[in-house]
């Protein structure tokens, strides 16, 4: 089968189960299969978290291999460097990570839109930085626990999984219109961040 | 492509349609909250549903790159608007550029307008502003913004396509000749859009 058509079997179904309305559950995911499962739905059932790691691994798969490698290494270190800063029960502001948040998606939309050819140090920097924002925004304010320490560790596996997912699509893309698409759903993330900081600026912090 | 992966597709998405929603007991009416009330909200006013479509259709018919520059250039543009609305900043005339909007690129599509593709992602662009304000100004708080502005900007989207789905009929002479109906259709839509926004 190929890829288009494997794609086309796999992709719908997943994305109408995610955008399906379900409870909001921000910090409650209990799955009954052990906190590292804990961890793995919780990053599955974040919006804030999927959406800039998806188009940052696109913009990655765009630009080769060396920067899908260099990223792909960086974001999970990250997320659990930024994960334990937000166990550490420092009062991080949650507007402040929200603003993060919501400047990560821009930015990571923006270098997606506009498909500039990076070096893979800057894609693992950009990985990096979106590794640490979510890491702290996932468990500010939890407790150091050690079930809290393994929930990260599969919050960070699965943005790790995902980002490589996600990096293959875009990586063998050879065809015009569909790196075009690539783009095009680029600049709506950036649009996507620029109305989150509107948001957090009125409204206060983004729902975790 | 083979239709049957998108059979084999369908009992799944017919499954996920049944799933169970949160309840929404005593939510108010038009509340931000989530992703299908996002995306209702752009095609909930035929003023901005018209002008949406109808850069798409104008970007079909000018061909490459403008099909899919004008598209980006509208909901990225519409975005600052709905940042300048959410953040509270005045921008006076909202009502009367989106009226304006239909009745311009209407007639830009009735017109076969070719203008640099600088000046026509300007155009689009400057009504995009006004558009996202109007929305931006709008929205309530709600349980989460993120998945509302995903689905807001989504629909944005897909009106856009629509729009160039409509348009490739230009490709053909009759279809030439329906385009530039359409685009009559949405000058007169703006007109009275306009009309009302005076009256």
Redesign the interface.
């Known amino acids: 089968m190929s890829r288009a058509r494997l794609l086309a079997l796999v992709a719908p179904p997943f994305i109408a189960l995610w955008a399906a309305p379900g409870m909001a559950q921000a910090h409650l995911v209990a799955t009954g299969l052990g906190p590292l499962y804990d961890g793995v739905s919780h990053f599955g059932l974040s919006p804030e978290d999927i959406l800039p790691v998806v188009t940052l691994a696109l913009f990655a798969g765009l630009n080769g291999p060396a920067h899908c490698r260099a990223a792909a290494l960086a974001l999970p270190g990250a997320w659990i460097l930024g994960g334990i800063a937000g166990l550490s029960g420092l009062p991080w502001p949650p507007i402040a990570v929200s603003v993060a948040s919501a400047a990560m998606l821009l930015a990571a939309g923006g270098l997606l839109a506009s498909n500039v050819r990076a070096a893979p140090r800057l894609c693992a920097a950009a990985a990096g930085g979106l590794g640490l924002i979510c890491g702290l925004g996932d468990v500010a304010g939890v407790a150091m626990t050690p079930a809290h320490l393994v929930s990260l560790a599969g919050m960070a596996a699965a943005a790790a999984a995902v980002f490589v997912l996600a990096a293959s699509l875009t990586l063998p893309l050879t065809r015009l219109w569909m790196i075009v698409a690539a783009r095009v759903a680029g600049s709506w993330m950036a649009a996507l961040g620029l109305l989150a900081a509107g948001w957090v600026i009125r409204y206060g912090a983004l729902a975790r | 492509?083979?239709r049957?992966?998108?059979i084999?597709?369908l009992p799944?998405?017919a499954l996920?349609?049944l799933?169970p929603?949160?309840a929404s007991a005593h939510i108010v009416r038009g509340e931000a909250v989530?992703?299908?009330s996002g995306f209702m909200h752009p095609i909930s006013g035929l003023d901005h549903v018209i002008a949406m479509v109808a850069v798409g259709l104008w970007g079909a018919q000018l061909g490459r790159p403008a099909i899919?520059l004008l598209?980006?250039t509208f909901?990225?543009v519409?975005?600052?608007g709905?940042?300048?609305?959410?953040?509270?900043l005045p921008l006076p005339g909202a009502e009367l550029a989106i009226a304006l909007s239909g009745l311009t690129l209407g007639a830009a599509v009735l017109t076969e307008a070719r203008p640099p593709l600088a000046v026509a992602g300007v155009v689009v662009g400057l009504f995009g502003l006004f558009h996202g304000y109007a929305h931006?100004a709008e929205?309530s708080?709600g349980?989460?913004?993120?998945?509302y502005?995903?689905g807001?900007?989504?629909a944005t989207?897909l009106l856009h396509a629509t729009g160039i789905a409509i348009g490739l009929v230009h490709r053909w002479g009759w279809g030439r000749y329906a385009l530039r109906g359409a685009g009559a259709a949405v000058m007169a839509g703006g007109a009275y859009f306009l009309w009302a926004a005076l009256a």
Not at chain 2, 82 to 88: K, V
Not at chain 2, 143 to 147: K, P, V
Request: hydrophobic share 65%; glycine share 16%.
């Open positions: 492509m083979s049957k992966p998108i084999a597709a799944v998405l996920a349609a799933l929603g949160e989530g992703f299908a899919w598209p980006v909901p990225l519409m975005a600052v709905g940042f300048l609305g959410l953040i509270g931006g929205l708080p349980q989460n913004a993120l998945l502005s995903l807001f900007v989504l989207g």
